[in-house]
């Protein structure tokens, strides 16, 4: 979506330092703090789209960093519930730690057991934290798979196919993760029958950086609870190798100059 190249360096150049930064007041460590350059604003706002009412039931696939930001911002924000669905074992850990519910999609039907934990209605709304990234399961897998391998795909909507189809009538399907290019067998017809509302878009970082800031330091949140791994900046090739093949039970790795 543009920007510069070049953060994950020794020294950064910095256009409009003017505007762009945010002073960071005494008293807050590095790693408090970081993630509002990022994940913090793009989980509160995939929560804050869904413009959560007092006793709503939040439902959000895919608990990786963004979706772990989403589960601790739904329930800032007042959700009574929040159900998480991912099949990695150490992410849906550290969502239960968080306050959520969940879902391993590997071991149980996620849309029929999200029916189960709402009595049939469906979340009030559905978080798609995932993207373009989405690894499936049976015949939508095969057919994503299938697809891509002919160049008929170019992203993989599996995530969105069940965000649209488990969220109840009148809903809203916030989606912060990311979709590049074309998609098909979405089942529009599902959004347009229960008169869903949908949000997504990139983050307006800068809008929520003052007002997390806030949180922080009212101790509402401590965002460094995502670092699993801290690594010096000349070992980047084997956190990268870490972080996308899951090992060590990697959720978020943060390089040190």
């Known amino acids: 979506m543009g920007g510069y190249a070049g953060g994950q360096a020794e020294y ?28 913090f604003p793009t989980g509160y706002m995939a929560a804050e789209n ?21 589960i601790r911002s739904a329930l800032m924000l007042g959700a009574e519930r929040v159900i998480a669905i991912d099949r990695v074992p150490e992410r849906l850990q550290m969502a239960a ?21 709402t ?10 934290a995932v993207g373009m990234e989405a690894h499936g399961t049976g015949l939508d897998a ?22 649209l189809v488990a969220c109840r009538k ?38 929520y950086l003052r007002p997390l800031l806030d949180r922080i330091q009212k101790g509402e949140i401590d965002p460094s609870f995502v670092i699993t ?11 990268y190798e870490t972080f996308k093949h899951k090992k060590d039970n990697c959720i978020k790795v943060v390089l040190k100059p």
Request: glycine share 12%.
């Open 119 to 128: 009595g049939g209605r469906g979340p009030d709304s559905c978080i798609d």
């Open 97 to 117: 730690a968080s306050g959520a519910e969940i879902i391993n999609y590997e071991e149980i039907d996620a849309g029929e057991a999200l029916k189960e934990m």
């Open 50 to 70: 869904c413009n959560i009412q007092p006793g709503d039931i939040v439902a959000i696939w895919g608990c990786g960093p963004v979706g772990q930001f989403a």
């Open 229 to 239: 791994h801290r690594l010096k900046l000349d070992e980047a090739p084997h956190a």
């Open 12 to 39: 950064a150049r910095v256009p409009f330092a003017d505007v762009g930064p945010l002073k960071i007041p005494d008293g807050l460590t590095d790693e408090q703090v970081l993630f509002l350059t990022d994940i």
């Open 142 to 163: 095969f057919y994503d798979k299938a697809k891509q391998a002919v160049r008929l795909e170019t992203d993989r909507p599996t995530a969105l196919r069940q965000v």
């Open 170 to 207: 009148g809903g809203t399907v916030s989606i912060p993760g990311v979709y590049g290019g074309f998609v098909d067998k979405v089942p529009l017809g599902a959004a347009f029958n229960k008169g869903l509302t949908l949000k997504m878009g990139q983050t307006h970082v800068h809008r």
